[in-house]
Nanobody, 115 residues
Framework: QVQLVESGGGSVQSGGSLRLSCDSSRSIFSIFGMGWYRQAPGKQRELVASQTPRGVSKYVDSVKGRFTISRDNVKNTVYLQMNSLKPEDTAVYSC?????????WGQGTQVTVSS
């Protein structure tokens, strides 16, 4: 069974940057498109960034130009570089296959952006 472990979250001020990491227990990134999801309090989980096995990336409009998804198939790790963070980016961020989410959810990593 695939286990996903996210890390790299924290508290930053508006305009700051964070780099999230998602480690997989199995080699899945060359097979499945992967995505970063986030869930803010009282809101549904949304897919904010995804990347196909061939490296084609997509972003939700609210993060375009600020977030970058990448992956290292050797390390079984997918990353999310987040720049120019805004308070509305505050959420728990998790990774999974890109819709549908096929694997058990990890614990996620909290990102808090203060104004």
């Amino acid at each position: 069974q695939v286990q996903l472990v996210e890390s790299g979250g924290g508290s930053v001020q508006s305009g700051g940057s964070l780099r999230l990491s998602c480690d997989s227990s199995r080699s899945i990134f060359s097979i499945f498109g992967m995505g970063w999801y986030r869930q803010a309090p009282g809101k549904q989980r949304e897919l904010v960034a995804s990347q196909t096995p061939r490296g084609v990336s997509k972003y939700v409009d609210s993060v375009k130009g600020r977030f970058t998804i990448s992956r290292d198939n050797v390390k079984n790790t997918v990353y999310l570089q987040m720049n120019s963070l805004k308070p509305e980016d505050t959420a728990v961020y998790s990774c999974n296959s890109a819709e549908p989410a096929r694997f058990p959810w990890g614990q996620g990593t909290q990102v808090t952006v203060s104004s």
